[in-house]
Nanobody, 126 residues
Framework: QVQVVESGGGLVQAGGSLRLSCTASGLTFDDYAMGWFRQAPGKEREGVSCISWSGSTTYYSDSVKGRFTISRDNAKNTLYLQMHSLKPEDTAMYYC???????????????????WGQGTQVTVSS
C-alpha cells in the first residue's frame, strides 16, 4: 500500500522560510518523479514544482520561481520543498504527489500524478 505523508507546514511571517518534507512508502521512490501542489481556500489546486526521478530536472511555477527549491533524497524516500521569502499569497494546503513516470514536465498538471498525500498547511501572515 502506497503512503505519501507531508510534514513541515506551519505559521510563518511574511519574508520567512519553511521547509516541507514528504516521505513515500510502498513504492520504489526513485522510479517516480515527484511534485508539490498547493490549494488555497476557494481556489483550484495548482502545481508548484516537480523533480525528476534522479533530481536532475526541476520545474517551478512562475509564482514561486527564485524563492522555492525542490530536492529529493532517494536513499531516504524523501522529497523536500525549501521555501524562502514567503508571501501571504503562498498561504495554502501543500500536497506532495508521485508522478505516473520518472519524468515531470513544466506543465505541472494534476493528472500526471498518481499518489497523493493528505497535505500540510502553510499560513503566511502579513
Amino acid at each position: 500500500q502506497v503512503q505519501v505523508v507531508e510534514s513541515g507546514g506551519g505559521l510563518v511571517q511574511a519574508g520567512g522560510s519553511l521547509r516541507l518534507s514528504c516521505t513515500a512508502s510502498g513504492l520504489t521512490f526513485d522510479d517516480y518523479a515527484m511534485g508539490w501542489f498547493r490549494q488555497a481556500p476557494g481556489k483550484e489546486r495548482e502545481g508548484v514544482s516537480c523533480i525528476s526521478w534522479s533530481g536532475s530536472t526541476t520545474y517551478y511555477s512562475d509564482s514561486v520561481k527564485g524563492r522555492f527549491t525542490i530536492s529529493r533524497d532517494n536513499a531516504k524516500n524523501t522529497l523536500y520543498l525549501q521555501m524562502h521569502s514567503l508571501k501571504p499569497e503562498d498561504t495554502a494546503m501543500y500536497y506532495c504527489a508521485a508522478g505516473l513516470t520518472g519524468y515531470c514536465s513544466s506543465s505541472l498538471v494534476r493528472n500526471a500524478y498518481r499518489y497523493w498525500g493528505q497535505g500540510t498547511q502553510v499560513t503566511v501572515s502579513s
